[in-house]
């Protein structure tokens, strides 16, 4: 491989891995895109690198300027590692029920931490709300805004996209991945379909997110909850609008479970809740599709960040969830 410049330089062009057991099950071509193998350990490596290389192209952010994200980890991780890179502050709004883990990388990236009570898109105190306050009263500052700002979906469609076209040599038959944002979603599929218009975009839904019953009913819907974090939503965010989706498929928390722990035993990857949603899809939409095809998804990122929760039993039993063997 060759050499690369920086962190900035390093994240990216992440490879393509063939699951062995899960492809022979289906007898379908199951890869799965390592994305935890970006220098800040995440997809949301690339959407932090693309809204800030375009908050420094359309200069809202200059030199000795501060980024502020309302995130629930990931992309905070990002923002933190860039800014530190580029020179920049870096304050970040987070949920106080997401992982401790999370949050004290955070503070030990650089970042400033603000943990506020969870509360719903509607309310002021939302904190995606909460972030667009604070950058608008500092100076100098730009808000990330990862969910409307189309800077996200536009660096998948300039690097996850081909990536996964080239890695594949135009093979691949289907994409499927959970969504947040919705900025991976959005710009691979528009990257892929423009490639291959018949290739079939899934989205994979956790419980509890709006978006499963909005693919295939046209209404924003939910039910249930989850344990998995960063992915499900109950909007259409910008990001995700006009997105070409061919249909969903809804996970349930235990699926997912028992996915990352086979992940785990079976091929050694050690990966965090959205993965095992998405290799969950991943698995049921090749045996929809039947023998023969390529299928590709996203290992999103480490399992390490849920070590007291995903990979803790006590947490998982009083979580009402049966612990893997
Ligand atoms: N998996 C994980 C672990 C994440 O943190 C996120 C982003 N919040 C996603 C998946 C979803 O990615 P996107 O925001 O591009 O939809």
Known sequence: MAIRDGFIGTIGDTPLIRLGKLSAECD?????????????????????????????????????????????????????????????????????????EKLELLRQLGAQVRAVPPKPYSDPDNYQKVAARLAASIPGAVWANQFDNTANREIHYRTTGPEIWRDTEGRVDAFVCATGTGGTLAGVARYLKERKPEVRIVLADPMGSAL????????????????????????????LEGTPIDSALRVDDQQ???????????????????????????????????PGHCIVTLLCDRGGLYAGRLFNPDWLREAGLRVPV
């Open 28 to 100: 379908c071509e199951i890869l799965a895109k390592a994305e935890f193998l970006n220098p800040g350990g995440s997809v949301k490596d690339r959407t932090a690198l693309g809204i800030i290389l375009d908050a420094e192209r359309n200069g809202r952010l200059a030199p000795g300027g501060t980024v502020v994200e309302g995130t629930a980890g990931n992309t905070g991780i990002g923002l933190a590692h860039i800014c530190a890179a580029r020179g920049y502050r870096c304050i970040i709004v987070i949920p106080d029920n997401q992982s401790r």
């Open 212 to 239: 499963y019953h909005w693919v295939l009913e046209g209404e924003l819907c939910a039910e249930g909850s989850s344990i998995t974090e960063g992915i499900g939503t109950s909007r259409v965010t910008a990001n």
């Open 256 to 290: 997912c479970l028992d996915m990352i722990y086979r992940l785990l035993r079976e091929e050694g990857l050690f990966v965090g809740g959205s993965s095992g949603i998405n290799l969950v899809a991943a698995l049921q939409l090749a045996r929809e599709m039947g």
